[in-house]
């Protein structure tokens, strides 16, 4: 089966970028993060009959990897694509990762403990 056009679905922080980059690698398709279609550069949200229309042609192209939530124009990726891949993690999970890989970059160093040290790069 060859993949043409990939949708990827997931909570915040799921990883879907990540996935949405890899399957764009695997695949040499072009990736599109959908935060970058609905946010201009001041972080103003598109208005929704204009988002749509964007995610129309973005979809129209023969070969494509787009990662996002935004359910409310999930139909129009769904109906387009040939494979779609939903991740979805335990909460435990989730919180677990969420707490490692975010958190601690969040806090100034200064204020950091030095058991929290280790979860910094």
């Known amino acids: 089966m060859q993949m043409n056009r990939v949708a990827i679905v997931g909570s915040g922080g799921s990883g879907k970028s990540y996935v949405a980059r890899e399957f764009g690698c695997l695949l040499d ?10 946010y201009d550069d001041a972080w103003n949200p598109l208005p929704p009959e ?3 229309a964007a995610q129309r042609e973005l979809v129209a192209l023969p070969r494509w990897v787009i990662d996002g939530n935004y359910n409310s124009s999930l ?9 779609y891949n939903r991740i979805h993690w335990g909460v ?3 919180v677990a990762t969420y707490r490692r890989r975010m958190r ?6 200064s204020t950091r403990s030095p058991q929290a040290s280790r979860w910094c790069s």
């Open 75 to 83: 139909h129009i990726r769904l109906q387009a694509c040939g494979v």
């Open 50 to 52: 204009k988002f749509e």
């Open 29 to 38: 398709a072009p990736v599109t993060h959908l935060d970058a279609v609905y």
């Open 104 to 109: 601690p970059k969040c806090w100034p160093r």
């Open 92 to 94: 435990i999970t989730y």
